[in-house]
């Protein structure tokens, strides 16, 4: 845990914003690493591997989160989050 | 643990929205002003500060007119209550309440329309209502902080689980639910410091009831077990934290020392239990809520001394 945490901010793209689908496929992508990883709204963080800390945010399109890492797998672990969000999580983004 | 906040104020349409029904509010005057804020949590009454010429008060307080202040201004003639109550309005006050289901005159109303400052009534008598406004203010201007852990009421005791994600927090919950404790909040637990010595959690309201058990999904714990299995806030007692079993950490084999966690600065009883196969942690966390009551009750567990007679 020497690697100073790693943030990032990210605006949720896709037209349906975290539903429960899309909060199943970040969990279980957030679940691989070792690292700690925190989701915050404002000034609401959960747990970024807990589906129902995802759900409890309920963000939709547009809304911005702030993404926390910290661990050995951090810059890992950031790059595959970055692009699954910024992807859509699969779903495309939304142009509007 | 990190993120605890203060919320600094509160709109009154949202005071209006969330405790409007709790305080038999009804709005009679000063809609547009309800994007005023409510900046700090105690209600106030204007009492004797009316008797000034140029009446003035704190502001971002909620004022109440009572029966005092209202039979006050009606023993003017109507030239000297409208000066009253623009010297009233005159400060920057988030919203003024009626209490005891006084009704003001179609000019008194005016004003506040004018000066974009809500009005309401309530019928409930001013000694109460404010203590009940109070109450409720200050619970939610309370300093606040959202953990990830799991909240139960085991034997009466409100036991904050924490633990890694993974490491069987919601399923421990589960076997102690049916063991008939109670649940809170599952994953996510906002906890709320009340007074100086209190903290209460909750669970957000979109997930409320709900627990994740790995291979089944999201359950409604209130749906499957009855609503006498869960509790929408509760009272924090007492901390345990779950560990994957270490052979390198020495985990306490007496239980005669009483470590403690600190969360919002309030000192919790803590317990650290390990996890390893085998272990039920239901009945781990079961015995030790009961003893942690029963070192509260002042008894001492007895351990022989090591010399026989």
Partial sequence: MSQKPLVRNFVIRNRLGLHARAAAVLVALTSRFSSSIMIRKDSFEIDGKSILGVLSLAAICG?????????????????????????????????? | MKNSENSHSLSIGDFYGKFGEKLFLECISGKDGFERRIISPSAKKPGLRMIEKRIELESGNIQVLGRTEISYINGFPAKT????????????????????????????????????????ATTLGTGKFITILNELLAEEFATRITVHGVLLD?????????????????????????????LIADDVVEIRKIGSQTL??????????????????????????????????????????????????????????????????????????????????ASVIDVAVRNQILKETGKKIEIPSGTRK
């Fill in chain 1, 63 to 96: 809304t911005e989160v702030a993404i926390t890492i910290e661990g050995e797998d951090s810059e890992l672990a950031m790059e595959e989050v970055s692009r699954l969000i910024e992807s859509g999580f699969g779903e495309g983004i939304d142009p509007g």
């Fill in chain 2, 81 to 120: 209550q409208k000066k009253i109550i623009s010297s009233l309005l005159s400060n920057d006050i988030p919203c003024f309440i009626l209490s005891k289901g006084a009704r003001p005159e179609e000019s008194f109303t005016e004003y506040f329309e004018k000066k974009r400052i809500p009005l309401f």
């Fill in chain 2, 154 to 182: 085991v034997h009466h005791t409100g036991v904050l689980i924490l633990g890694k994600s993974g490491i069987g927090k919601s399923e421990c919950a589960i076997d102690l639910i049916i063991q008939g404790s109670k």
């Fill in chain 2, 200 to 281: 209460v959690g909750v669970g957000p309201e979109n997930i409320r009831y709900l627990v994740e058990v790995r291979g089944i999904g999201i359950v409604n714990i209130k749906d499957l077990f009855g609503t006498t299995c869960v509790m929408e806030k509760r009272e924090i007692d007492m901390v345990i934290e779950l560990h994957q079993w270490d052979s390198e950490t020495e985990y306490d084999r007496l239980g005669l020392d009483t470590k403690t966690y600190s969360i919002l600065d309030i000192e919790l009883p803590y317990i650290v239990l390990p996890v390893s196969p085998g272990r039920n942690m």
